[in-house]
């Protein structure tokens, strides 16, 4: 669920093109979710654009109808997954991580900074989210070495004569 109301890219990501959404479903009580959702094949998801950008999107995300939707969606589906603006922005994410049984928080290579991560983990806690835990994303590949990421390769604890 594309729940950046602001610049929203879901959408985007999977090439739907769509103008109803979230904002949809949230301003329409006649509209109905499965004629909202897009089955992507490829990904083998439902996704649920943004919709058209309202002029009020915090309080659509904290609106008691988006409890509703919230509740049918998971009715409906087995995972639910909510894409939200970065919380340093707006108050949009907050909003919806009292809303959810859980919240990871998804650290950009090279945009976040520690003291950014502290302070989005201050706010969540403020709203007394569930963060179940962080990715950390855009890390250039070939910055990291061979292995998996951990810091080390296969060579891990093998003495030199036995490599």
């Known amino acids: 669920v ?14 739907i093109n769509t103008t ?14 499965m004629d909202t959702v897009n089955y992507v094949a490829d990904a083998n998801i439902y ?7 309202p002029p009020n999107p915090s309080e659509l995300l904290g609106s008691n109808r988006m409890a509703e939707l919230i509740g049918e969606l998971e009715e409906m589906f087995d995972l639910v997954i909510f894409d939200t603006p970065p919380i ?7 909003v919806v991580a009292t809303r959810v ?12 900074n520690k003291n950014e991560v502290r302070k989005t983990k201050d706010l969540l806690d403020v709203v ?11 890390e250039d590949a ?10 080390y390769g296969y060579g891990y604890g093998q003495s030199e004569t036995s490599k």
Do not use: E
């Open 2 to 15: 594309d729940a950046d109301l602001r610049k929203p890219t879901v959408a985007k990501t999977f090439n």
């Open 20 to 33: 109803v959404g979230l904002t949809s479903l949230l301003t329409d009580r006649d509209a109905n979710i």
């Open 47 to 53: 996704v649920l654009a943004a919709g058209p950008i």
């Open 88 to 94: 340093l922005a707006v108050t949009d994410a907050q």
């Open 101 to 112: 049984d859980g919240v990871i928080v998804v650290v950009r290579s090279g945009i976040a």
């Open 128 to 138: 007394n989210a569930n963060v179940i835990g962080a990715v950390y994303n855009g």
């Open 142 to 151: 070939n910055k990291l070495g061979y292995g998996y990421g951990y810091g």
